[in-house]
């Protein structure tokens, strides 16, 4: 079974190729975190989790979630991690986590895929999203390869570098960058409600028409990325910049 978390559609694109040619079910994870939903689940395949990288490991949510819930069946998962630059040490965290569930590990794979980190990175046109895509083709066929004959997906070497963003530069990252403070809704704001559905964390709420950020924020960028009017900033660094959302009519 295909498990999936996707802000804004990465992970999601990839986790529907995966299932394309596995004929392997697809459930979209948004609900279930989003209702802390904890209920078993079970699957005879092997569990495939798609999911975003943040700061160099799993969603904390995700990860979390995971822990939480009974996965029936099969013993084996595999991660399929999408990013905007690289995974970092992800998959030591990953065999950590089988580890606590008692399950085996069957390797990380990295995808790189167009950056939607508005807080904090440039994101990109639609012409130069277009080629990260295509690129990401072959490493997606790759990491299907691998669970369609049972295999580990092979682990990429790590560095020094790998070592530090994914343990140290991780644990600081979560309580110092991720908060909902800089986010506030400009007067293009039609009061359309979209940015309180599609929050993972029922971090948003409108007030007056106009949408209030809570402390329980996971900067998945779900709520200013897929504001239709573009209305919602993070601070001054999202400003100019492209919304970054899968684009579904080129690729699906």
Avoid at 2 to 15: C, D, Q, R
Avoid at 166 to 174: A, E, K, R
Avoid at 220 to 226: D, E, F, K, L, N
Wanted: contains cysteine; glycine residues 8%.
């Amino acid at each position: 079974m295909i498990l999936y978390f996707s802000g804004t559609g990465n992970s999601e694109y990839v986790a529907r190729q995966i299932a394309k040619e596995t004929g392997d079910c697809v459930l979209n994870l948004f609900q279930k975190l989003r209702d802390h939903d904890y209920g078993e689940i079970a699957s005879e395949t092997p569990w495939i989790i798609v999911t975003p990288t943040y700061a160099w490991r799993i969603p904390r949510l995700v990860s979390q979630w995971i822990l939480k819930t009974p996965l029936a069946g099969s013993n084996k998962i595999y991660f399929v991690m999408t990013c905007g630059g690289d995974t970092g040490n992800a998959e030591a965290y990953a065999e950590k986590l089988c580890t606590e569930k008692k399950m085996s590990c069957m390797g990380c794979a990295e995808i790189v895929m167009p950056e939607n980190y508005i807080a904090m990175f440039r994101t990109p046109t639609r012409e130069e999203a277009g080629k990260i895509i295509q690129a990401a083709q072959n490493p997606i066929k790759t990491a299907i390869a691998a669970i369609q004959t049972g295999g580990k997906i092979p682990s990429k070497q790590i560095s020094v570098k790998d070592h530090l963003t994914s343990g140290m530069i991780n644990d600081m990252f979560y309580p110092l960058f991720v908060h909902a403070k800089k986010f506030y809704a400009t007067e293009a704001c039609i009061s359309c409600g979209q940015c309180v559905k599609v929050c993972p964390m029922k971090n948003v709420r409108l007030t007056d028409g106009k949408p209030v950020w809570g402390g329980n924020c996971t900067h998945c960028m779900a709520c200013i990325c897929r504001c239709p009017a573009e209305a919602i900033e993070y601070g001054k660094h999202s400003k100019g910049l492209p919304r970054y959302v899968f684009p579904e009519n080129d690729f699906l």
